[in-house]
């Protein structure tokens, strides 16, 4: 099940820097085992923003929530969640 | 070079039910001759709207235009288009 | 799966009283067929609108798109979605 | 009466970890005695979000302000509140 | 029970001269009866604006509804509600 | 001369307990003041909100200007003003 | 009493020239009319737009509401106000 | 040329009261001095607001910016310009 | 003087071809003449968007108010205008 | 390719002066250098804001998002990024 995630990162500036690398560190690794286990289809940058656009791949909305309240980063992130489907004219298999 | 395009349809409901058959299979038939030539790279439907969020991969911003505004269903959609690059932390060849 | 969906209803003065009528009752048997199935778990009128708040419990985004787009009065509402989970505060069986 | 009332929790970082703990745990002994009491009907987490949706069914306004404002976490909520009444087309009895 | 409705009104220019005076001449019979029963407990224009602020004192938010709902001009209007409590400053008998 | 004024108070968490308390009593003693003099003609609670409608009864945008801004609470208030006339259907002699 | 009052203008195409040709003299002569009267103190044209800013001197909410009203161009127009006080740094007599 | 300026003052608590009343005799002396100029053709309070709406005649867009960021209050103000022209209908000669 | 203009264009549907033919070539030729005279600096396409981002450098705010209601395609355009100036960063002669 | 890049800028009131003048220092030679390099090609003020609208001609979305992240303000800046495309209507060999 499909949905849309939208992430705004607001990271306040006076978070000390090795405070900020490691949970840089810990989020990237984070985000690259839930895009190996297929639940995070896709994840893009918007152009000049510290956002990202991505797609997740989920059983439930309980799973959507665990995933995303899970992120490292999640309580500087200003995220909007947008349920999508198949659309019939795709036609591309993993599209669903 | 990626864009999200998302669009909402409104077709107006005092439209010719066959033209607006052939109107729909335009639009079918444009959209999965650009799926298939790679331009439109995902299209999904947004649950309960007559919209879709979709992902481009185009030489240029024109020829973005030029698909978009080339859609059949065109005049009777509300676009929105957000340039994306490939993200530090994806891990898939063709999220770029 | 739960979701709220927020239902705005405008009919064009224009309709037909006739078939407003119909169009109507039809409405309201779908509703009630789909409330006595258990997907539609709630239904509520929002004071002084032509609107409702409404919980589905759906298979999947998928269902919930089929279930909304299938209302007749589809074509004339304005609507919008919103995943939902059990709150971890909740002490009802079926606030699931 | 119902009224569907929305939460969103900000609670600041600076916190300190144990005034935290405590008030989340008042929060959680609050709300669900008021479940218990009928007074707050439903309760959903918002995927994705710090944020529920509510249902509270109580004798009048004055009421819903004093439950309200009486929540441990109310100094840090962004609530929204709509009055709601019996759809003509609902069939639970206690939908009311 | 108190509650603050706003009403914007929006006659449709095409509307029947005869038809817009009769409709005018019943609201404002179906304001004054309603003000006389005490429900409506205020009402006033909002200067350059064909809208009103207006405070009901209703039993329920069903009451509320049946009101706002039978208003002639209910089918042209915008109409916005917010719940109201006595405030523990107020020293009027009546702002309850 | 009638207005309407929202007024939603947001004092800062940092205050001093005792200067809140102090700034809190002084306030009531101020509406009141106002209350009993007719200028400030009434003024109800939100529900469920830090927040009041209030309707002031002046002499001119001067008057209503050097009342608002003389509230003790004012610095921590977002205020809006919107300019009332009498209802032509009102059948109070008081809601001019 | 000083009002800044901002109107946006939207005559329908559809309306015949000749119509249109007299409410604009109609609408011109009863803007020189009260500009006379010194109660419609200043007009300027929004660059671009077809949309006014006004500053307007009346005695009373219920005056400037008969005055806009009474606009030959009201039932097109879009219209916002906002009261105004003399500004304590204001060294021109007639800003007040 | 003409243009509105609206300015939206938001002076921080935590200012020292003798560096706000040095900025605000400053800020007092510069608009006055500016007034007299004939640059600053109105200046106008909004009732209720720590704000202003304001008429500049200036030479041109480069001095319009120059003015407003020299004002002493410029860091702490919220500012929204509108270039304004001479209204057909006006009948005021300085009214361009 | 340098402008921002953007423009949004919505031609009804129901607009005779020819008519659209003929207004389109005459905007074209508005435009493009303007350009040569210096007065419209820069106009660029929105990508997927019938609108247009374009740089006017004219003498006063009147001249842009005449350049611009009379485009041939005003009577369906939004227009928003913002001032600029010279950027202090700038080292284009002709970007003031 | 071109985009339209508004910034915003909101520099601490609490930055120390000489990492200020440092900062600023570093911006100004920053975007002088991509303007020499053809990437920036325009950039202008907004009159009376601290915010800039400016033209950039890159390669691909990649490189406009390396570019603007490197901006030594960009960690106070909100951006917007428009896709622009050469215009039919356009003379200017540059405006592609």
């Known amino acids: 099940m499909l949905f849309k995630v939208e992430m705004i990162v607001n990271i306040p500036e006076s978070m000390d820097p090795d405070r900020r690398a490691e949970i840089l560190a810990t989020e990237k690794a984070y985000s690259q085992e839930l895009q190996r286990s297929g639940k995070w289809r896709h994840i893009w940058r918007v152009a000049g923003q510290y956002a990202n656009v991505s ?42």
């Open 55 to 96: 797609i997740f791949d989920v059983e439930s909305n309980e799973e959507l929530h665990t995933l995303l309240t899970g992120l490292p980063l999640y309580p500087y992130m200003e995220i909007s969640v947008e349920a999508l489907c198949r659309h019939p004219s795709s036609i591309r298999e993993d599209d669903r």
